[in-house]
């Protein structure tokens, strides 16, 4: 809510003609098999992605960077907040635990998002309104230090142990195995750096990836899912 994402303030993110976390649909359909999806994936998406556009208001008299950034706010705010929501209510709910998320009651989400970009970038950092409101409670060091994603691993024993899991799950006979292209994920586990954008967000990578379709697979077993004609 605050602009603290690169494809923000990344002008050759902001202005790309797509959902910015999320932008290839061939880098997603390269890892299944050529007939799990039905129709057009990609037209499918890009529909979604227009008729958000569609329902964003506009002002008159803003500039083309100030109209797209408030296409931007809407298409954070209806599809990549809706997906980090969902995460945590079901990491947290599984786990027992009750979580609250205060930048995210409804009273901040509202005035926030009509801030202009101007104010959510103030001094030329992002969330710097967000910095700058606090910067007489936190310590100047903590207040405006650089922004750090949440951290990925990049443990080499945890790439191959991840790889190690889904390719024996594959041998086993995963659920998933009529869904998805193995030799493309070998291949991607043997040249890692092919992959030359995100799988999804900033930090998702190939690790990444295997690790996701791992948690598909197991909560496929756990509740006993098939996958029929």
Same mark, same amino acid.
């Given at each position: 809510? $605050?602009? +603290?994402?690169? !494809?923000?303030?990344?002008?050759?993110?902001?202005?790309? *003609?797509?959902? %910015?976390?999320?932008?290839?649909?061939?880098?997603?359909?390269?890892?299944?098999? %050529?007939?799990? #999806?039905?129709?057009?994936?990609?037209?499918?998406?890009?529909?979604? =992605? #227009?008729?958000?556009?569609? /329902?964003?208001?506009?002002?008159?008299?803003?500039?083309?960077?100030?109209?797209?950034?408030?296409?931007?706010?809407?298409? &954070?705010?209806?599809?990549?907040?809706?997906?980090? #929501?969902?995460?945590? *209510?079901?990491?947290?709910? =599984?786990?027992?635990?009750?979580?609250?998320?205060?930048?995210?009651?409804?009273?901040?989400?509202? =005035?926030?998002? &009509?801030?202009? !970009?101007?104010?959510?970038?103030?001094? +030329?950092?992002?969330?710097?309104?967000?910095?700058?409101? $606090?910067?007489?409670?936190?310590?100047?060091?903590?207040?405006?230090?650089?922004?750090?994603?949440?951290?990925?691993?990049?443990?080499?024993?945890?790439? @191959?142990?991840?790889?190690?899991?889904?390719?024996?799950?594959?041998?086993? +006979?995963? %659920?998933?195995?009529?869904?998805? /292209?193995? *030799?493309? #994920?070998? /291949?991607?586990?043997?040249?890692? @750096?092919?992959?030359?954008? %995100?799988?999804?967000?900033?930090?998702?990578?190939?690790?990444?990836?295997?690790?996701?379709?791992?948690?598909?697979?197991? !909560?496929?077993?756990? &509740?006993?899912?098939?996958?029929?004609?």
């Amino acid at each position: 809510m $605050f602009g +603290g994402y690169p !494809w923000y303030y990344r002008e050759e993110i902001l202005f790309e *003609d797509t959902f %910015p976390w999320s932008r290839s649909v061939d880098l997603r359909k390269s890892i299944l098999q %050529p007939d799990v #999806l039905k129709g057009d994936s990609a037209e499918y998406v890009r529909a979604e =992605y #227009l008729r958000t556009l569609q /329902d964003t208001e506009k002002l008159s008299g803003e500039s083309k960077k100030e109209a797209r950034m408030r296409e931007m706010f809407r298409l &954070n705010t209806d599809w990549f907040m809706q997906t980090l #929501l969902t995460r945590k *209510d079901r990491m947290s709910m =599984y786990s027992g635990v009750e979580m609250r998320v205060p930048f995210c009651d409804h009273r901040l989400v509202e =005035y926030a998002y &009509n801030l202009p !970009w101007e104010l959510k970038s103030l001094h +030329g950092r992002e969330k710097g309104v967000l910095r700058e409101a $606090f910067s007489d409670i936190l310590p100047q060091r903590i207040a405006w230090r650089k922004k750090s994603p949440y951290p990925r691993t990049f443990s080499p024993a945890y790439f @191959d142990r991840v790889m190690a899991l889904l390719l024996q799950a594959m041998e086993e +006979g995963s %659920p998933l195995k009529d869904m998805l /292209d193995f *030799d493309r #994920l070998r /291949d991607l586990a043997e040249h890692p @750096d092919d992959l030359k954008e %995100p799988w999804y967000g900033q930090l998702m990578r190939v690790p990444q990836i295997f690790a996701y379709l791992l948690q598909i697979h197991w !909560w496929m077993k756990e &509740n006993h899912v098939r996958i029929v004609p």
